[in-house]
């Protein structure tokens, strides 16, 4: 199962990042504005090095550790989705 996989079938990603489990609902992945191939995706539980443990954010795939897609699925898009993200420069798949 892939990350586009996830956000096709509304499946949570689970994965460590910056040192933290968190658990995401995958909305964007692409490569952003930067060059990195980049998730935006909605944080529904774990931990944050900000301190903001549930909201958007975006991740680079190259960060994350442990990636695994869950058997629990989401509803859909999140109020303040943006689709066709502004800071993608491609996407490979979004909602």
Known sequence: MSIESAIQNLQLLSFIYDGYSRVVEPHTYGIDTKGHLALRAYQ????????????????????MRGLTVLSERFVGARPKYKRDDSAFFTIYAQL
Do not use: A, T
């Open 44 to 63: 529904v539980r774990g931990g944050s090095e900000s301190g903001e443990y549930v909201g958007w954010k975006l991740f680079h795939v190259d960060e």
